[in-house]
């Protein structure tokens, strides 16, 4: 046996084992990539609900809240209308008086009118003055709830951005603990979800529904003034007594926000789109009927009242015919000051007594944008660069040579390509979506009236604005650098993995 031919089996041996050591090595690292792969997109998954559940959560409390400050408002145009038609009421008596003039049996009836008047003044100007104290609280409570809704948009915004305050970077925090790389996983910014939000809030029509809100309320909108008026006692008792009646025809009255283009009185019904002042109008005409005497002619009796923001001084508030030395509008300076609302901040919306509030963007429905349902991104990144090299003992990096064919190198650490493209950061895109649907009402368009919004998880492309197919960039413009252009480029070669 030639001695030269020994010890080839341990040679053929140590190369089989080397080769296997690096099988299994690269098979540990895989193994490890994938099982950190998961936890990633886990984590993004969980943070992308999250943020979709928040989103509803928000959208269903806007949707209260908004119902609640609709009636706030409702409530102060109801109290408008009270206080023009209390004043009716003096503008009546002061026509029955000016009416009763041709009968004299009606006009000494009605003296008590004249012994009492002063009485009756100054309890109304209490009454008055309360009542737009009143209004103000309402009005002031109005805001405060507009500001709720303000308060949650703006916490829901920080929730879905990817910053400090998100789910994602919460959830990558919590996912890190124990990790001998805490930092590694951190959260990506996904500033597209922020658009998202705003593009779904983005509504204009908030003015008109609060407005045509009140439009379901008759005595608001359509009121009634009296028919035959009389009593037993009081004022109207010495007039009653004898026989006598007061008659309003052909009387009504309405409230509304208006603004100053549309007259001092908008017509009944009024405009919804008017938010320079609150106005609210009366009127009719007054006959008096007494036995000895015909009826008297038709005498027409007005009141109003309207109310600005602090910033203007053209508060208003009076009723008509004049009786001399009776008054016909709030006394002194109170005409200035006692239907004065809260002050207007922007100098671009004033006068304006209209609280404003979130409104849902009926105007994008189409189903090119999910009518502007929002979808809402996670994205998780793992920074492998900051292990350094060889953190692991099965990520291996090193170079050998084959003899006279020259050296060979064996990396796999997997931050770097061959070219020595950093490939070291690991991105996790994960995508939530908050649906308006109400059990039965399949068709009924997503809105922030009622609280039906639901959460789920989508595909990342769920809309033209996330399908790179059809010139949809949110994707792309959240991953970025080389990630971005992997996915370009595997989207246009025909891969469909996130359709």
Known sequence: MNRRSRGQALVLFALTLLLLVLMVFITLSFNLRVREKMEAQSVADLAAYSSAVAAARTFNTISLLRRAETGHMVAMTASMSLVSWTTMMRANLNAAQIAAAGCPQAAAALQALENTNAAIGLKWDEMDASAGVQ???????????????????????????????????????????????????????????????????????????????????????????????????????????????????????????????????????????????????????????????????????????????????????????????????????????????????????????????????????????????????????????LRGRNSDPWNLSFNFHLGKQGSASFDNNGLTTASGLNVGVQSTLATGMAYYHRRGHWNEPPNLWNPFWRATLVSADVDRQGDLRYGGGDIPATIGGHAAEAFQQLIRNGYRGVH
Not at 278 to 291: K, L, M, N, Q, R
Not at 303 to 328: C, E, K, L, Q
């Open 135 to 385: 209004t103000l609280n309402i009005q002031l409570l109005a805001i405060h709830l507009a500001g709720m809704q303000n308060e949650i948009l703006g916490r829901l915004k920080d929730s879905v951005s990817g910053g400090d305050k998100s789910f994602t970077t919460q959830l990558t925090q919590m996912a890190s603990k124990g990790s001998r790389f805490p930092k590694e996983l951190h959260a990506g910014a996904t500033p597209v979800s922020v658009r998202e939000v705003d593009q779904a809030l983005g509504g204009n029509d908030f003015g008109l529904d609060m407005a045509m809100a009140s439009r379901g309320y008759g005595f608001i909108t359509n009121r009634q003034g009296a028919g035959p008026v009389g009593a037993a006692s009081g004022v109207l008792g010495a007039l009653a007594a004898a026989g006598g009646t007061i008659t309003v025809l052909n009387s009504g009255g309405s409230a509304y926000w208006s603004k100053s283009s549309y007259g001092l009185n908008a017509g009944h019904g009024g405009r919804a789109d008017g938010t320079y002042f609150s106005y609210a109008e009366d009127h009719g005409s007054v006959v008096v009927t007494f036995p000895g005497c015909p009826p008297t002619r038709p005498i027409s009796a007005r009141a109003y009242v309207r109310a600005t923001d602090a910033n203007d001084f053209s508060d208003d508030h009076a009723w008509f015919p004049v009786i001399p030395g009776s008054g016909s509008e709030d006394p002194g300076m109170e005409k200035q000051y006692r239907h004065t609302l809260v002050p207007c901040d922007d100098p671009r919306y004033c006068p304006n007594t209209f609280i404003g509030g979130i409104a849902y963007n009926t105007g994008d429905h189409s189903d090119e944008n999910n009518w502007a349902q929002p979808k809402l991104f996670s994205l998780v990144r793992r920074d492998y660069n």
